[in-house]
């Protein structure tokens, strides 16, 4: 049955045209913001990794309306529970296919982006390192801001403001763990995203389930 579920999220995901628009966004910000900068390397080395890592979340955030909204307005929630499925599977499944569906394009894209902003091959190790361990916690929150904000008008710009707050942890250890010798810094950029993917089922299923009531 989670199979099934993993399969059509991702059969979603992918099939309705929207699924280039989270790479198509991050590459654009890389580009925008090499071209704004100008041809100073040493300075897009020093804040490019930050800019990816705020260009990472708002991808993240992009596909959020259609989520939870979607599955809510056509009444396959209310099939997900008449069959016993819990709502915490159904917002850890959902969180999956998010990663799958955005996160890896992203590390993907993220090399192009990373020559855009002149990029050493050292640095490119480490944002991918440590997109690859923060984008889970990503992907949580947007599965969360996709609950918070079904049903209502304008679900992407409530879901920014909702989940900024969270997303500043991932934030700071993610670009810090660019730095050289920023292990301490991974390793706390590990421990929220962790943190996140673990609680994000049992939060946006509460949602969900009060969503149904």
């Known amino acids: 049955m989670i199979r099934a579920m993993l399969r059509r999220e991702l059969r979603l995901a992918f099939g309705g045209g929207q699924a280039g628009l989270p790479v198509g966004f991050f590459l654009l910000t890389a580009a925008l913001f090499a071209f704004a900068?100008?041809?100073?390397?040493?300075?897009?080395?020093?804040?490019?990794?930050?800019?990816?890592?705020?260009?990472?979340?708002?991808?993240?955030?992009?596909?959020?309306?259609?989520?939870?909204?979607?599955?809510?307005?056509?009444?396959?929630?209310?099939q997900h529970l008449a069959r016993g499925i819990a709502v915490e599977t159904l917002a850890a499944v959902k969180m999956v296919?998010?990663?799958?569906?955005?996160?890896?394009?992203?590390?993907?894209?993220?090399?192009?982006?990373?020559?855009?902003?002149?990029?050493?091959?050292?640095?490119?190790?480490?944002?991918?390192?440590?997109?690859?361990?923060g984008t889970p916690g990503l992907a949580a929150l947007g599965v969360l801001a996709a609950a918070l904000t079904a049903g209502l008008k304008s679900a992407a710009a409530l879901a920014g403001l909702l989940v900024l707050p969270l997303a500043v942890p991932l934030l700071i250890f993610g670009a810090g763990a660019l730095q050289t010798d920023a292990d301490g810094a991974m390793r706390l950029l590990g421990a929220v995203s962790l943190l996140y993917v673990a609680a994000t089922p049992f939060a946006a299923g509460a949602v969900i389930r009060a969503l149904q009531d």
């Not at 900068?37 to 800019?51: C, E, F």
């Not at 890592?53 to 009444?75: C, K, T, Y």
């Not at 799958?100 to 490119?124: E, K, R």
Request: overall charge negative.
């Open 37 to 78: 900068v100008g041809p100073d390397a040493p300075l897009l080395r020093a804040i490019g990794g930050g800019v990816l890592w705020v260009a990472g979340l708002l991808a993240a955030l992009l596909p959020v309306d259609r989520l939870i909204e979607p599955d809510r307005a056509d009444g396959v929630l209310d």
């Open 97 to 133: 296919a998010h990663w799958l569906s955005f996160a890896v394009p992203l590390l993907i894209a993220a090399i192009p982006a990373a020559a855009l902003l002149q990029m050493d091959g050292d640095g490119l190790r480490r944002l991918l390192f440590s997109l690859l361990v």
